[in-house]
Structures are given as C-alpha cells and as structure tokens.
C-alpha cells in the first residue's frame, strides 16, 4: 500500500523533486486524465519538478532581490522600452519553455498524436508556482493569447501563433493582456483606449494609456481599443495584438532578441512608451508597468467588437490559470511547514509532536487537498471542452460543461486565491522570525501570494460573476446535477455521516438559490459571496467524497479522511465550537493526512465510530 512521506530528512523545502513530493497532485492528474496520457506525461512531469525543485527555486530567489529593470530611453532621449532581465531568470525562462509548459497543451508534442490536455499545463503551472508564482503569470498569459489566436484569428496572425506555441526558446515568443486602464480598472467598458485604421501602413493604430500591464515587454499583447463609431461599453471593444517590435520587420522572437548586442535598438521596436515598471509588493519576476499607445501598430483579431467574447475566453483560461498558481503556493507553503515541523525541536521535541501544531498542519493539508481536487476537476471540464471544440464535437454535453464552468471558474479563482494568502500567512508563523525575514522563502510566498485575489478579478467581481452565470445562463442546472450524481456514489459506510451533512447542505444550497431568485438585484449581488463560497464548500465536499469512495474501493481510507475533515471544518455546526465533543480526529489522522501514510478502510471505520 506504501509509506508515508519522512520529512525529517529534508534541511528545507528545495533542492528536492515537487511532482514527487506532491502526492496529491499526482492524484488529482491520475483521476482527471486517461491512463495512456497520464503514463505519457508522468516521466516529464517528474523531470519538471526536479528543474523546479532545484534551478528554477534557487533562481527564483536571486530575482526576488535582483528584478527586471526598465530603460525607457536611450542615451539620446529616444524611446528605447529596453527591459533588462538577471541571466538567472532568462536560464529559467529558456527551461521552463522548452519543458513544453505552454507548447504540448496547443501543438502535440514529439511522441503523440494531439497535444495535451489543458490539465497537463496547469500541473505544470501548479509545479512552476512552487518555486515563482511571478514567472508564472507571463507562462498563463502566454497560453492564454495562444488560445485566443486559435480560436478567433482568420489566418492573418499564424506566425504569432507559432511563436507564442514554440517549444523551442529561439522561435518563443510571450504573450500578454493590456486591458486595465486607470480610469475604468474592473469596468472594462469604461476603457478609453481607441483604434483607427492605418490604409497606408496597412494595419491599426492604437492611442490610449494601460495602467496596469504584465510582462510589460512580451513579443505579442493582446489589448482592447474602440473603433471609430464603435458603441460604448463592453459591445464597441475590439481585440488588438500589439507586438513588441515593428512589425513591418516581422515576429520578433526571443532568439532574435538576444542576437542583438544589448537591448534591441529604437528604431526595432513598435510605436509606444513603456512610462515606468510598477514598485510592487511581490511577483517581482514579472515587470509590470504603464504602457502610453501613440499611434501603435496593431493588428486585428478576428472582428471588430469581439473583443469583450474574445477577453473572456482568455479571463476563463486565465483565471484557472491562477487557482492552479495559488495551489503551487499553497503546496511550496505546506513542504515548507511540514519540513520546519519535523525538523524544528522545542521543549525537547519535534513541534509536530505538539497537538496544536498537529491540527494546524492536518487543516493546512486538507485545505491544499480540497483546492487541488477543486482546480484540477474543473480543468478536466475546461480539458473536455476544449477538445471537443478542436474536434469540431459541439453538443448538449458540451453546452452543459460550458455552462458549469461558468459558475466554476470565477469560483475556482475566488476562493483558492484566498486560501493561498491564508496558508502562506501562517506559513511564516510556522517558520517564526525567521519566515518573516527575506532569508527564508516564505517571506516572499507570502508577498506573491497577496496579488492571487487581486488579478483577473477580485473577489467581489468574480462573485458577481458566479450570479450572472446562474442568472443569465442557468449554470446551476449541470451544478445540481453533477452534485446528486456525486452524492449517489457515495456509498461507503464510513462516509456515511459525512454524505449526510453534504446532502443537508446541498438542499440547503439549493434553497438558497431559489430564494435569490425571488429578490432584488441589490440583495442578490450582497449575498452574492456567501454564495459563491457555499457553492465551492458543496461541491468539493462531494467531490472528495466521490474520490474517498473510489480510494475505499481500493483499499485505501486516507482521502476519506481528507474529506471528512473538509466537512467537518466548512460544513458542520458544531456544539461549543466542537470543544465538548471529544473529538481528537486531528491527532489520530495526523500521519495518514500530513504525511500521507496509507489507512487500511477497516481502521478508518473504527476511527469514525469513536470520533462520533
């Protein structure tokens, strides 16, 4: 059945092998992918967490201290828009990119037919975020631009295409979004940014500030301008790309970058300014910066006012993007606290010896437990869908799963941003003075975990997200299915009492939303949050049910475990804040949960009966 994970033998959390510590990944990737795809990718997956857990962890540190900087000008007072990078972040960046991080999921990799699942990058991405949440923005908006071209571009724009799919760094080029703006922030339709056709040059010209611009730099950005006559809001938006460069000199790639002594010259890049890089509290990797369009070069994508469909496409991949970000977070901040703990001696022992120590590691553990099985089954939804799509496979099926994961999405990106700012907080608590110092890398998980809630929508926005989709698209009608189809599986006795509460719940749930329905759009969008957290509280509870009845069937009660605790903590009411009931779940689960030893399913029975 195997062991459990020793984390005494570990001085810290890097120099170790990600994908081979992170046994619930593995499990979550095993569920949501075919067995063949799985064996395909476990081998690479495993090469991926030993360059994270070693090259990439220890470079990311040196960046931290040693970011990108901007040269606006040159010395004659040109524009120039010159970002210098520290060599240890181009050696990640080369090697992370040439893993396939964003290629495999677009263009099949050497060995296979069809390119991997959107679930293979986003177990990429989880592994990448252990190390640099930072760098892991221009990897999801690299993705996110390919995936919009894909979908929305004629032809015109291929050789963008190809560099943003390029497994080899020389032909990659990154992508990026431009959309804030400072006047309008989350209310896209308020961006003033505007487009007119240029007959002569042969392309459009954009005019308009960007204030808040990610990978401030990268070869091909995706931004919204207006048309002349375009309608205002969200309708008149129309979809640019914006290269780097001039682009009547063609794509300029990373190889062609670097062939230049220094930084490319004026004259080589496009017609903007790059105003100043953003003094930010952490994602230090990333350059973010305010961008001024003066008559820039740009190039339509797909038809004119699309752009706000064609947005929300990328914010979908986007968004799940940074959920699985905010799980490699949490995972770094869990590795980190579970070795500290192990390692660190107080008063003579080890200090997850000490019973409050013990519980806090258990809940840490089934919060990542509960997040990762949360992510990754809605990238297998988002997997699906895009397949069928690429498969030209449009059905009720596939209406549906669009559908769920509108409502799943926002919520996805919600809660685990949350849940990461959370588990890195107290990481350093776990670490002491010492994780609250740069020295230790929980100081900067924490710093990159506070930008989670904020990009690609905060929480607010997201939650009346969450309500538009029910509202507009009935998204809770495949949700209530998927959760009594969930419920119906379960039906192992140990999970007995925990499928109760979830189904209790769920009616609850399903209450609630009838009785929104029936009230003003004030009191909707305030109860829209608590909506949007019951929602992801209800359905990863079924799902790790779901996944502890598969694990009992096979002979192993430790993912039961995980999933009653997630309802005992989310779901329960308990009497005197539980501190009469005797319950000592914590101290009995600690091995199997945090160190995830294996539970033979007759030993769980026993534990839930004298835990009730």
Not at 28 to 44: C, G, I, M, Q
Not at 111 to 132: T, V
Not at 540 to 562: C, F, I, K, P, Y
Request: proline residues 4%.
């Amino acid at each position: 059945m195997g062991t459990g994970i020793d984390y005494g033998e570990f001085d810290e959390g890097r120099h170790v092998n990600y994908w081979k510590l992170d046994r619930t990944l593995q499990r979550e990737l095993r569920r949501v992918t075919d067995t063949e795809t799985y064996d395909w990718a476990e081998p690479r997956l495993t090469e991926f967490g030993e360059l994270i857990g070693h090259t990439v962890a220890d470079n990311a540190d040196y960046v931290d201290d040693h970011g990108p900087e901007l040269e606006t000008y040159d010395k004659y007072g040109d524009v120039k828009n010159a970002v210098r990078y520290p060599a240890e972040q181009l050696e990640s960046d080369e090697l992370v990119y040439e893993a396939g991080i964003v290629a495999d999921a677009f263009e099949a990799p050497p060995g296979r037919d069809e390119p991997m699942p959107i679930s293979h990058f986003l177990a990429m991405l989880h592994l990448l975020c252990y190390a640099d949440a930072g760098f892991g923005c221009p990897v999801a908006m690299t993705a996110g631009a390919a995936l919009v071209l894909e979908r929305f571009d004629d032809g015109d724009l291929e050789p963008y295409y190809r560099g943003l799919v390029s497994r080899d760094y020389d032909g990659l080029i990154e992508g990026a979004m431009f959309l804030t703006e400072e006047q309008g922030g989350s209310d896209v339709g308020a961006n003033e940014t505007t487009a007119r056709y240029d007959e002569t040059a042969g392309c459009w010209r954009l005019t308009g500030e960007k204030w808040f611009c990610s990978n401030v730099d990268a070869e091909g950005t995706l931004a919204l301008a207006r048309t002349a006559d375009a309608p205002a809001g969200t309708e008149g938006l129309s979809m640019f790309l914006v290269p780097h460069s001039d682009p009547d000199d063609g794509v300029m790639t990373k190889g062609d970058r670097r062939a230049f002594e220094g930084a490319p010259p004026g004259d080589a890049v496009n017609d903007q300014r790059y105003r100043r890089l953003k003094d930010k509290l952490g994602t230090i990797a990333v350059p973010t910066g305010e961008v001024e369009f003066e008559d820039t070069k740009a190039f339509l994508v797909g038809e004119t006012e699309a752009g706000f469909e064609q947005m929300t496409e990328m914010l979908n991949l986007e968004r799940l993007a940074n959920a699985a970000a905010s799980c490699g977070v949490m995972g770094r901040a869990l590795l980190e606290s579970r070795v500290q703990a192990a390692t660190r001696e107080a008063f003579g022992k080890t200090v997850d010896e000490f019973p409050l120590m013990r519980e806090d590691l258990v809940d840490m553990t089934v919060d990542y437990e509960a997040a990762t099985a949360y992510v990754h089954e809605v990238g297998r939804l988002f997997s699906e869908r895009e397949r069928a799509r690429r498969n030209d496979r449009e059905s009720d099926d596939a209406d549906d799963t669009y559908r769920l994961l509108r409502l799943l999405i926002p919520i996805a990106k919600l809660r685990t941003g949350r849940m990461a700012v959370d588990t890195a907080s107290y990481a350093m608590e776990i670490q002491g003075g010492n994780g609250y110092v740069d020295d230790f890398v929980t100081n900067r998980l924490l710093r990159d975990a506070q930008v989670l809630p904020i990009w690609e929508g905060t929480e607010n926005v997201l939650s009346l997200d969450a309500i538009r989709a029910m509202e507009r698209e009935d998204a809770h009608e495949p949700f209530t299915r998927v959760v009594e189809e969930r419920l119906e599986a379960v039906t192992h006795p140990a999970l007995a009492d925990a499928a109760d509460t979830v189904a209790d719940e769920y009616e609850e749930l399903a209450g609630a939303l009838i009785a929104l329905a029936g009230e003003d759009s004030e009191y909707a969008q305030l109860s829209a949050k608590r909506l949007a957290h019951y929602v992801f509280e209800v359905f990863t509870a079924a799902l790790l049910l779901e996944e502890a009845q598969t694990s009992l069937e096979n002979g192993d009660g430790r993912t039961a475990m995980v999933a009653r605790r997630f309802v005992t903590t989310e779901l329960e009411t308990r009497e005197a804040r539980g501190i009469t009931g005797g319950d000592r779940f914590v101290l009995e689960a600690f091995e199997p949960i945090v160190h995830h030893a294996p539970v033979d399913p007759d030993d769980l029975s026993q534990t839930v009966t004298a835990d009730d």
